[in-house]
């Protein structure tokens, strides 16, 4: 990638787009929603994509001119649909998960509208019932737990929630929650209590399409995801359904009078109810990541990212670390260190200094504040990106023990982070993009 044009046009921005690069390449990346897309998805978010507006669908744009960009967003539904354990719907428009969210609450339900969710605190997202987000203000939420004892979510405290208020609407999902889902006893709850049940799998989206995951398309309603994160795309949103059906609200077209399908509401709640034109660059460029995730090296892929997060969280109990629920099924991890005497603000500081990207997170039942917290979230999809196997991971867990054993010493951060900058040269990120910066 030749960025020579912009660092003549703007020094500034070139020398932080630099720096960013340096950042990634020198450090461990650890934070579980961040990945590595190709290059292909990079040069793809950087085209001429980006100069089109196309309000509308493929073959019913507000606009003239769009037959390219509807042969893009074509390939990224088809693509996306054949991933997906061929989903009946596909809507690849959402900018981010936190919108496409936005589409399912304002689809499926009413504001004042009673839903169920994972609490924030127990791993749960903002977009799902939140005081702070528009989910928390607008809705009436009821949260479920992770048990206590083995932190796990308390499939029976749901039920017994579900069953007490009537939710309308029950979301599964999360953003700190290492452990697989039980889609199906969620949608027997759901069942009994006549309400949509919908799972966001932004987390988890790459492992579950490779097979390493439950499949929540035949058990739930409406499916969101992210385009980052496991699924290693660009930054972005997307809604599925396995199976489209009938609403049930008994909206119907206007001239024929037939009942409209769900899929239709959820595409009018895109455009034009929350957004306007889509970024069709960063359409193409999930459509590009689809293609890579349907080849059969993705699933190689995800197989060693869950290998890798059970070999670092392995390491880290036995260097005496408490892991939320003992263990993890997925890509990421949630470490209480209250037992280290160090909340988590302290450690992630003090191994950002060490070169070892982390960010501090509540745990369950949590006695810090959100500010501070007493967890860390570390996770392995960036890191297998570029290479990292267990044996890695597991040098990893050592650092981090290091660095948190003795947060104050600077001694052991310094070595810490040069014998880090001997492993990184052994994995270069991005070389077609350093080669020639001095």
């Not at 939710?167 to 069942?191: C, H, N, Q, T, V």
Request: hydrophobic share 40%; aromatic share 8%; with cysteine.
């Amino acid at each position: 990638m030749s960025m020579e044009i912009l660092k003549k046009a703007d020094p500034q921005i070139y020398e932080a787009t630099i720096g960013e690069l340096r950042r990634q390449n020198d450090k461990l990346e650890l934070i579980a929603s961040e990945n590595f897309p190709s290059s292909a998805v990079i040069e793809t978010l950087g085209n001429v994509m980006n100069n089109k507006y196309a309000e509308g669908y493929p073959g019913n744009r507000y606009y003239g001119g769009c037959e390219w960009v509807d042969v893009a967003e074509n390939l990224a539904r088809e693509r996306a649909s054949k991933l997906f354990f061929g989903a009946e719907y596909v809507n690849v428009q959402p900018h981010s998960g936190s919108q496409a969210n936005m589409a399912i609450y304002f689809t499926l339900i009413n504001p004042g509208d009673t839903v169920l969710g994972l609490d924030l605190s127990h791993g749960g997202h903002l977009t799902h019932g939140s005081k702070v987000n528009f989910s928390g203000k607008m809705y009436n939420f009821f949260a479920y737990q992770v048990r206590k004892e083995d932190g796990r979510v308390d499939i029976d405290q749901a039920r017994e929630l579900a069953k007490k208020h009537k939710p309308k609407m029950i979301s599964i999902g999360a953003s700190a929650y290492s452990r697989d889902w039980d889609y199906p006893a969620f949608r027997k709850i759901a069942d009994e209590v006549g309400a949509f049940l919908w799972a966001d799998i932004a987390h988890t989206a790459g492992l579950i399409v490779a097979g390493e995951l439950n499949n929540p398309m035949p058990h739930c309603h409406v499916v969101t995801t992210t385009t980052h994160k496991t699924l290693r795309g660009p930054r972005g949103g997307m809604i599925l359904m396995g199976k489209d059906f009938d609403n049930p609200f008994g909206v119907v077209a206007p001239k024929s009078g037939r009942v409209k399908k769900m899929g239709e509401l959820l595409d009018s709640q895109i455009i034009p109810g929350i957004q306007g034109g889509p970024l069709m660059h960063v359409v193409a460029a999930k459509a590009v990541a689809f293609k890579e995730a349907l080849d059969p090296s993705f699933t190689t892929y995800a197989k060693q990212v869950k290998a890798n997060a059970k070999a670092l969280c392995e390491a880290l109990i036995g260097h005496g670390f408490q892991v939320v629920s003992g263990g993890t099924d997925n890509h990421l991890m949630l470490i209480d260190l209250r037992n280290k005497k160090i909340n988590g603000k302290q450690a992630q500081l003090a191994l950002d200094e060490a070169n070892i990207t982390t960010n501090k997170n509540a745990v369950p039942y949590d006695t810090e504040s959100p500010l501070l917290t007493s967890g860390l979230r570390l996770g392995s999809p960036a890191l297998t990106t570029r290479g990292f196997k267990e044996s890695e991971f597991k040098l990893i867990a050592k650092w981090i023990n290091e660095v948190i054993s003795d947060p104050e010493n600077e001694g052991v951060r310094k070595k810490v982070k040069g014998e880090i900058g001997e492993l990184t040269k052994r994995f270069p990120l991005y070389p077609e993009f350093l080669r020639g910066l001095a």
